[in-house]
T-cell receptor, first 109, second 112 residues
């Protein structure tokens, strides 16, 4: 079966750096997405990786290793507004998105 | 402003009643999706559509129905056959199956 694993919850301190990991086992691979979702709201697109390596976008970076079935989202200079759930999703060989359950990130002052 | 609009944000229905959730987009996207989100689980695909007048079942289509008569609109009907309909429903759209999806604000359906 297809599976996306991410930690259920993480806690970090304002101003610090946090890394959220995602491992996947899917039928084929056509890209990996990270989304941010605040409680009760819609997910918003953060990043997309299809080739190995690091993609940087401001305070957020995303890394992919296809051979290891592994990605991480790195958040720098954490702000209180970064408290949210972070969803990892992989597009499989049928171009369907397979979603992880999300990682709830709690930022403390 | 361009975007995806779901309505209503909160919906309450009695058990045994059908209910239709609205989803409209003005992004000129070809692909539209309906997902269900339950606590502790990833988003699960209910139905998706790549073009007008065509749609395919997702992983959990039983008890749901959709239509795609217009490019902008992709309503979802939750029928009385859906065993556990209380959930957060998310509509999304994208240029195609190859691009990222943009989400509506969601509809929280509670069946009592």
């Amino acid at each position: 079966g297809q599976n996306i694993d991410q930690p259920t919850e993480m806690t970090a301190t304002e101003g610090a750096i946090v890394q959220i990991n995602c491992t996947y086992q899917t039928s084929g691979f056509n890209g990996l997405f990270w989304y941010q979702q605040h409680a009760g709201e819609a997910p918003t697109f953060l990043s997309y990786n299809v080739l190995d390596g690091l993609e940087e976008k401001g305070r957020f970076s995303s890394f992919l290793s296809r051979s290891k079935g592994y990605s991480y989202l790195l958040l720098k200079e954490l702000q209180m507004k970064d408290s949210a759930s972070y969803l990892c999703a992989v597009r499989d060989s049928n171009y369907q998105l397979i979603w992880g359950a999300g990682t709830k990130l709690i930022i403390k002052p | 402003d361009g975007g995806i609009t779901q309505s209503p944000k909160y919906l309450f229905r009695k058990e045994g009643q059908n209910v239709t959730l609205s989803c409209e987009q003005n992004l000129n996207h070809d692909a539209m999706y309906w997902y269900r989100q339950d606590p502790g689980q990833g988003l699960r695909l209910i139905y998706y559509s790549q073009i007008v007048n065509d749609f395919q079942k997702g992983d959990i289509a039983e008890g749901y129905s959709v239509s795609r008569e217009k490019k902008e609109s992709f309503p979802l009907t939750v029928t009385s056959a859906q065993k556990n309909p209380t959930a957060f429903y998310l509509c999304a759209s994208g240029d195609s199956l190859n691009t990222e999806a943009f989400f509506g604000q969601g509809t929280r359906l509670t069946v009592v």
